[in-house]
């Protein structure tokens, strides 16, 4: 197939492409600086501006939509939160908008979105069906979700892909946290008791491509491990896994006046499970527990 990526040059989207380009799909990726794309894959991946998208959308056969401004990051001011929607919302608006233009259109939009569309959710277990609370967080996935479910409108097949922290040896959520734990710094965030819904960045891949592959595949999943654990217990294991102590412990008031609105990404509760995957698509995670996950992640290169 001829699959074009969006966010093709961050932590997922980097090896999603090294996994397509392994199975023998030609890809292209969506970016503003095509010299970091080659940069990234030379030759293999051919590096596509906006001007010329509606020219790859009528060639290609799927779109993988993972573009987005860092969710973590300056605090959520106004304008910080309209440049998380606009990163987001307005290029799958654009995407589907091309879409729409063309005779010949891709088959597939797989599109990115989060488990922060649950909100807050306590100990309640979060299949994808669901009630979301509310919050900044919800808000910006269900936008996202809606701004991509257009295309179905278009017979496009679309799945929507509600990710949790994905893990990985080469950046994401580990590499934000390994320094101070290494230092010895890392403790749980407020109560500790707060679900931490993970992912190991090959089984993200291959749910993806799982979902790409399979033609009955549509609407949400939840793009998860199938064993969220609490704060407390993933920095315990992380700790293990690094032999440092884990001791140090940031109340919740402290990280909402650092943070602002923003602390919800570490102190709400998502306990997701990806029941779709499973059910459904019968996946096998390579990486079911915390740690084997962390175990692979944190393993001597």
């Known amino acids: 197939m001829l699959i074009l990526v969006t966010g093709g040059t961050g932590f997922i989207g980097r090896s999603l492409c090294n996994r397509l380009l392994a199975e023998g ?18 030759s293999n991946v051919t590096p596509i501006q906006q001007p010329a998208l509606a020219s790859i959308l009528q060639r290609c056969d799927a779109v993988i939509n993972l573009a987005g401004a860092p969710i973590f990051g300056p605090r959520w001011s106004a304008a910080r939160k309209r440049v998380l929607l606009d990163s987001r919302v307005t290029l799958t608006d654009q995407l589907v908008s091309v879409m729409a ?10 599109s990115g979105s989060a488990i922060g569309y649950y909100g807050d959710q306590g100990d309640v277990s979060l299949s994808e069906a669901a009630t979301p609370s509310g919050g900044f967080s919800h808000e910006l996935c269900a936008a996202w979700e ?12 679309v799945c929507t892909l509600r990710t949790g922290l994905v893990l990985g040896p080469k950046g994401g959520l580990l590499q934000r946290m390994s ?3 290494r230092l010895g710094l890392g403790g749980r965030l ?9 992912i190991h960045i090959d089984d993200h891949v291959e749910a993806m491509l799982a979902l790409l592959k399979t033609p009955q595949a549509q609407g949400p999943y939840n793009l998860t491990a199938p064993t969220p654990v609490q704060n ?9 896994q690094l032999h440092r102590p884990a001791i140090a412990h940031l109340p919740a008031p402290l990280l909402r006046l650092l943070l602002g609105e923003m602390a919800e990404l570490l102190l709400a509760s998502q306990r997701v499970v990806p029941q779709r995957l499973t059910e459904e698509l019968g996946l096998v995670f390579k990486f079911p527990t915390l740690e084997l996950a962390l175990s692979d992640c944190l393993k001597p290169s």
């Open 179 to 181: 320094l101070p734990f």
């Open 232 to 240: 407390r217990v993933f920095t315990e294991a992380l700790a293990r």
């Open 25 to 42: 799909h030609a890809v292209a990726v969506l970016s503003r600086q095509p010299a970091a794309v080659a940069g990234l894959f030379g």
């Open 190 to 198: 407020g109560t500790g008791r707060q679900w931490m819904s993970w």
């Open 101 to 110: 233009d063309l005779q010949t259109r891709p088959r597939i939009l797989l």
């Open 146 to 157: 809606r701004a991509a479910g257009w295309a179905t409108e278009l017979g496009v097949r």
